[in-house]
């Protein structure tokens, strides 16, 4: 117990020496995987937390809707934020009869697992999920082995939704697509700029490279999709509602902010 307690706080002065964010719950974090994971060792611990190198790389995992993904250097790290995506999500699904769900750019495969085991297992959902990386997927498949029970995803290597097929029933297209402007990115703080791969977060010039091909490739496809949730940011927010007016006219928009109040969602009903 007594080594415990001196293990915790000798983590704690270290997390607050080198500025670390919430040193406090990271400093649990870490004592209890160090109890776990016998072999780590601390010093090697602080070594790459020193260097920025974000805890949940370090650890290979992160706590995202209650279960815990593994993630790794392809992978962006799911944000919190990202879980009202998946609750706002899984709502609209079950009020509206959707049978299909696509999530592109999945990454880890947060979202798509999540939705998945959120989800009532007596209706017959079809879940796909897309990413450019074939590295990514590794990890995401891994995570949908580990984490889902009964249901299957189908995981598609593509650029966007380009190989996804014509599907029959209702169908709803999430994507968290990379939407940072290319010099904000070049500005954001040297752990996502060392660690987290590039090409989940640079949007291009506008932050709307990946979004004004995605809304192409839909109007070109039969997809018989309903609806559309993104993610995007407070600061393309006006930039991503008028993209979208200028590709689908007919839609109805609505803007949904997140868990810190800034304006991060848009549901698309075509
Ligand atoms: C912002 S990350 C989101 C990851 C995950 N969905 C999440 O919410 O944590 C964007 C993802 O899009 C993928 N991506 C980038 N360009 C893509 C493209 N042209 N087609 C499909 N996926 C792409 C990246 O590899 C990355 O995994």
Redesign the pocket.
């Known amino acids: 117990m007594q080594n415990n307690l001196s293990k915790l706080f000798r983590i704690q002065r270290f997390l607050n020496d080198i500025k670390y964010p919430d040193a406090y719950r990271i400093a649990r974090e870490i004592s209890e995987y160090l109890n776990i994971k016998k072999r780590s060792n601390e010093v090697e611990i602080f070594k790459r937390l020193h260097l920025e190198e974000p805890w949940e790389y370090v650890r290979g995992s992160v706590i995202f809707c209650n279960n815990e993904f593994k993630i790794s250097k392809d ?2 790290i ?2 919190i934020e ?1 879980e009202q995506l998946v609750y706002e999500c899984k709502e609209y699904i079950e009020k509206n009869g959707i049978k299909n769900i696509v ?6 495969g ?2 798509v697992i999540s939705l998945a085991s959120l989800l009532k297992d007596n209706i017959p959902y079809s879940f796909y999920a ?4 074939k590295e ?1 997927l590794k990890i995401a498949k891994l995570n949908g082995k580990k984490i889902l029970k009964t249901k299957k995803v189908r995981w598609l290597t ?3 939704i380009k190989s996804v097929p014509k599907f029959d029933g209702p169908t709803l297209i999430i994507a ?3 939407y940072i402007p290319t010099e904000q990115y070049e500005k954001l703080e040297k752990s996502v700029l060392r660690y987290e ?1 590039r ?3 640079d949007g291009g010039e506008d932050g709307l490279q ?1 979004y004004k ?1 995605l809304f192409e490739q839909i109007k070109a496809k039969e997809l018989n999709c309903k609806s559309i949730y993104i ?1 995007t940011e407070s600061s393309i927010f006006k930039e991503s509602k008028k993209l979208i007016k200028k590709y689908f006219p007919n839609s109805k928009v609505r803007g949904i902010k997140d868990c810190f109040n800034k304006e991060r969602f848009l549901k698309i009903e075509l």
């Open positions: 992978t962006l799911p944000r990202t999530d592109v750019g999945t990454g880890s947060s979202i897309t990413d450019i990386s990514a593509t650029n966007l968290n697509l990379p791969p090409l989940a977060l990946y091909e993610e």
